[in-house]
Nanobody
Framework: QLQLVESGGGLVQPGGSLRLSCAAS????????IGWFRQAPGKEREGVLC????????YYLASVKGRFTISRDNAKNTVYLQMNSLKPEDTGVYYC???????????????????WGQGTQVTVSA
């Protein structure tokens, strides 16, 4: 079964850090662009950033530049989202998703991502 599983979410105080993981099973992440998306309560899902198959990253949200980074460990078949200096507005459910075709580039729109994880809750609050 082709599956993505996120982990690492939780409750953190403003200014804190979290590292989210996106682990794949049933397929190899190496050749796929992987995006992180988030959905805040009452808002639409939005793209955060993406890593392409060669390791280059693309930011979709200006508000996370300088605070969030994405990386991939192909040996572990996992993509990570490191989130530093967290703010209350970063609260939401975070999802990782894979493009459907190998070597496809990062794209901001969520519709072209075929495989999604179940999401992990991130809450930033004092």
């Amino acid at each position: 079964q082709l599956q993505l599983v996120e982990s690492g979410g939780g409750l953190v105080q403003p200014g804190g850090s979290l590292r989210l993981s996106c682990a794949a099973s049933g397929f190899t992440l190496d050749y796929y662009a992987i995006g992180w998306f988030r959905q805040a309560p009452g808002k639409e899902r939005e793209g955060v950033l993406c890593v392409n198959h060669s390791g280059g990253s693309l930011y979709y949200l200006a508000s996370v530049k300088g605070r969030f980074t994405i990386s991939r460990d192909n040996a572990k078949n996992t993509v990570y989202l490191q989130m530093n200096s967290l703010k209350p507005e970063d609260t939401g459910v975070y999802y990782c998703a894979a493009r459907g075709h190998v070597f496809s580039p990062c794209v901001a729109g969520s519709a072209v991502y075929d495989r999604w994880g179940q999401g992990t809750q991130v809450t930033v609050s004092a």
